[in-house]
């Protein structure tokens, strides 16, 4: 098992450009979750999806859209990049046996976006 | 309120010493469940323990022990006999009953020195 993938590994963007970050799971997790990390602010919680066909804004929703058109899959999007979205990006998922989401997360292995 | 801090930011250590992490959480729910992740420089984010708020048992796994007291709020990380290859930051986390949000602590980077 592969667990959580993340493509790409790194991307550079001009201001304004768009470009979307690809998870995808093979745990037949309900959940997924994607998060930002940045110096001194710890991880943040973006969108996350309870299943396919569904998602929910997180704590920092803004600049971001998101899509689960299949249950291992889970996209973000940026649509018209900005210097602070310059960022570490991690995918998490969960199994979803809990109702409430506090099953454990799992992490992709990260996605280094920089905004010129 | 939820709230995840680690005081240690940074803690350098020579190999085979002890080393101890602390997290304290604040919560005003009864049922919560506190993580322990790994990130070493490689960049990925290592999941290593769940512990749940009823649940105060201490747990071991070789080198790895964790402290949970819920008296004092804390979740604190040992390692015994430290290598080189434990050199990562170690984030604490926290998610209450209520659910889906995982909250962080900012982390605390260890360096072992050969």
Same mark, same amino acid.
């Given at each position: 098992?592969? /667990?959580?993938?993340? +493509?790409? =590994?790194?991307? #550079?963007?001009?201001?304004?450009?768009?470009?979307? @970050?690809?998870?995808?799971?093979?745990?037949?997790?309900?959940?997924?979750?994607?998060?930002?990390?940045?110096?001194?602010?710890?991880?943040?919680?973006?969108?996350?999806?309870? /299943?396919?066909?569904? +998602?929910? =804004?997180?704590? #920092?929703?803004?600049?971001?859209?998101?899509?689960? @058109?299949?249950?291992?899959?889970?996209?973000?999007?940026?649509?018209?990049?900005?210097?602070?979205?310059?960022?570490?990006?991690?995918?998490?998922?969960?199994?979803?046996?809990?109702?409430?989401?506090?099953?454990?997360?799992?992490?992709?292995?990260?996605?280094?976006?920089?905004?010129? | 309120?939820?709230?995840?801090?680690?005081?240690?930011?940074?803690?350098?250590?020579?190999?085979?010493?002890?080393?101890?992490?602390?997290?304290?959480?604040?919560?005003?729910?009864?049922?919560?469940?506190?993580?322990?992740?790994?990130?070493?420089?490689?960049?990925?984010?290592?999941?290593?323990?769940?512990?749940?708020?009823?649940?105060?048992?201490?747990?071991?796994?070789?080198?790895?022990?964790?402290?949970?007291?819920?008296?004092?709020?804390?979740?604190?990380?040992?390692?015994?006999?430290?290598?080189?290859?434990?050199?990562?930051?170690?984030?604490?986390?926290?998610?209450?009953?209520?659910?889906?949000?995982?909250?962080?602590?900012?982390?605390?980077?260890?360096?072992?020195?050969?």
């Amino acid at each position: 098992n592969a /667990g959580v993938t993340q +493509t790409p =590994k790194f991307r #550079v963007l001009k201001t304004g450009q768009s470009m979307t @970050l690809l998870c995808a799971q093979d745990m037949n997790h309900e959940y997924m979750y994607w998060y930002r990390q940045d110096p001194g602010m710890g991880l943040r919680l973006i969108h996350y999806s309870v /299943g396919e066909g569904t +998602t929910a =804004k997180g704590e #920092v929703p803004d600049g971001y859209n998101v899509s689960r @058109l299949k249950k291992q899959n889970f996209l973000l999007g940026l649509e018209s990049a900005a210097p602070s979205q310059t960022s570490v990006y991690f995918c998490a998922s969960s199994s979803g046996r809990s109702a409430r989401r506090t099953d454990t997360q799992y992490f992709g292995p990260g996605t280094r976006l920089t905004v010129l | 309120a939820q709230k995840v801090t680690q005081a240690q930011t940074e803690i350098s250590v020579v190999e085979k010493e002890d080393v101890t992490l602390d997290c304290v959480y604040e919560t005003r729910d009864t049922t919560y469940y506190l993580f322990w992740y790994k990130q070493p420089p490689s960049g990925e984010l290592v999941f290593l323990i769940r512990r749940n708020s009823f649940d105060e048992q201490n747990e071991i796994s070789g080198r790895y022990s964790w402290n949970f007291q819920k008296s004092t709020s804390s979740f604190n990380f040992t390692i015994t006999a430290s290598q080189v290859v434990d050199s990562a930051v170690y984030f604490c986390a926290l998610i209450n009953n209520q659910g889906g949000k995982l909250i962080f602590g900012q982390g605390t980077e260890l360096s072992v020195k050969p």
